[in-house]
T-cell receptor, first 116, second 112 residues
């Protein structure tokens, strides 16, 4: 059972426009959410995170929004650049008392292509 | 500033062969992890080690064993490789969750 889902395998946007990547989760007890970026032949790199007590976190061109009632997370990239083309994974930290306590559960990933 | 180093980067095994994937981190992190990445499946946790001397199973541990040799090193062993273990394997380490995990560059394993 996939607890963290990224339902869009791919997304293509024009340079300078906004990219919106989405992520849904099933467990309301997740307390921390993260986004990772992965280039081919490299490991994922941490991009931005948000605690469940917040609904927004911003870092430069990257903003993560958390809607707890909808169990939905999104990453906004504004403006998008060709160098942003990569696979993006969302992840949630396993809640206390579960078999995944403290460990990250990842979504399937979304491949973003930013066209010049 | 190496971060997390994985060896080898590529490996081809025949079914039934064994091998050990090596991982070392130089950030003095307590926790270390092994994940596998498969198309459409994201990253799935195989084993993890919360601290030196402890290891525990993750979501997909069957067919694997691990050793936390010391605080720096966490190895993953395939005793009898199967084609279903063809994947890209990532090692990671972490401390405060707000900084996320630091991943190695991966080992691409093919079992034929």
């Amino acid at each position: 059972d996939q607890q963290v889902k990224q339902n869009s395998p791919s997304l293509s946007v024009q340079e300078g426009r906004i990219s919106i990547l989405n992520c849904d989760y099933t467990n309301s007890m997740f307390d921390y959410f993260l986004w990772y970026k992965k280039y081919p032949a490299e490991g994922p790199t941490f991009l931005i995170s948000i605690s469940s007590i917040k609904d927004k976190n911003e870092d430069g061109r990257f903003t993560v929004f958390l809607n707890k009632s909808a169990k939905h997370l999104s990453l906004h990239i504004v403006p998008s650049q060709p160098g942003d083309s990569a696979v993006y994974f969302c992840a949630a930290r396993g809640p206390p008392g579960s078999s995944n306590t403290g460990k990250l559960i990842f979504g399937q990933g979304t491949t973003l292509q930013v066209k010049p | 500033n190496a971060g997390v180093t994985q060896t080898p980067k590529f490996q081809v095994l025949k079914t039934g062969q064994s091998m050990t994937l090596q991982c070392a981190q130089d950030m003095n992190h307590n926790s270390m992890y092994w994940y596998r990445q498969d198309p459409g499946m994201g990253l799935r946790l195989i084993y993890y080690s919360a601290s030196e001397g402890t290891t525990d199973k993750g979501e997909v541990p069957n067919g694997y064993n691990v050793s936390r040799l010391n605080k720096r090193e966490f190895s993953l062993r395939l005793e009898s490789a199967a084609p279903s273990q063809t994947s890209v394997y990532f090692c990671a380490s972490s401390e405060p969750i707000s900084y996320g995990y630091t991943f190695g560059s991966g080992t691409r394993l093919t079992v034929v």
